[in-house]
């Protein structure tokens, strides 16, 4: 199974960027479709967006032409560039793993998971 460890979190304001990175080990990510997931206080963790085995990227509406998922298969990492940054996006955020070959949202799909990184976005 493969370990995932996120960073790059951090306090921005509104309007602003981040970079979130997902280092992987024991497997490489080229086999599996990776995910970030956000979960704000008190909310459910939620589908931010995805990107699939062949490179196809999949967001949510609330992110969708904000955030941008890329990955470098030499370096075993996946990139969660956020930019235009609302509070709203104040979470923290999760990169996750998945062997499912067809696009999915479900959390339970994503068997691999870090421990989390903080973005918080101040107004």
């Known amino acids: 199974q493969v370990q995932l460890v996120e960073s790059g979190g951090g306090l921005v304001k509104t309007g602003g960027s981040l970079s979130l990175s997902c280092a992987a080990s024991g497997h490489t990510i080229s086999d599996y479709r990776m995910g970030w997931f956000r979960q704000a206080p008190g909310k459910e963790r939620e589908f931010a967006g995805a990107?699939?085995?062949?490179?196809?990227?999949l967001y949510s509406e609330s992110v969708k032409g904000r955030f941008t998922i890329s990955r470098d298969n030499s370096k075993n990492t996946v990139t969660l560039q956020m930019n235009s940054l609302k509070p709203e996006d104040t979470a923290v955020y999760y990169c996750?793993?998945?062997?499912?070959?067809?696009?999915?949202?479900?959390?339970?799909?994503?068997?691999?998971w870090g421990q989390g990184t903080q973005v918080t976005v101040s107004s």
């Open positions: 990107m699939s085995q062949s490179g196809t990227t």
């Open positions: 996750a793993a998945s062997t499912s070959l067809y696009p999915t949202t479900s959390r339970g799909d994503y068997t691999s």
